[in-house]
């Protein structure tokens, strides 16, 4: 293997193992979020918990509120 792919397989097993280290939960099921996504002031949701989130709160208001931090959206 040249010094090229080696410095390719290093820098994805160090992606990986990073990757899997970090978990962060979701605010509004408090587990580890699954497929994450951020929200502009950068709190963390499972999408499907902020997609039914989201789809509940524009019933009721026509802006939204993060319910991590509070900021509106």
């Known amino acids: 293997m040249n010094q090229r792919n080696n410095d390719s397989v290093r820098s994805n097993r160090r992606t990986n193992t990073r990757t899997a280290q970090v978990s962060e939960d979701c605010v509004l ?24 989130f989201i789809e509940s709160a524009l019933t009721e208001s026509s802006s939204i509120q993060c319910p991590g931090c509070g900021n509106e959206h």
């Open 29 to 52: 099921c408090h587990e580890v979020a699954e497929d994450v996504v951020h929200s502009e002031c950068g709190c963390t949701f499972c999408r499907l918990c902020v997609r039914e």
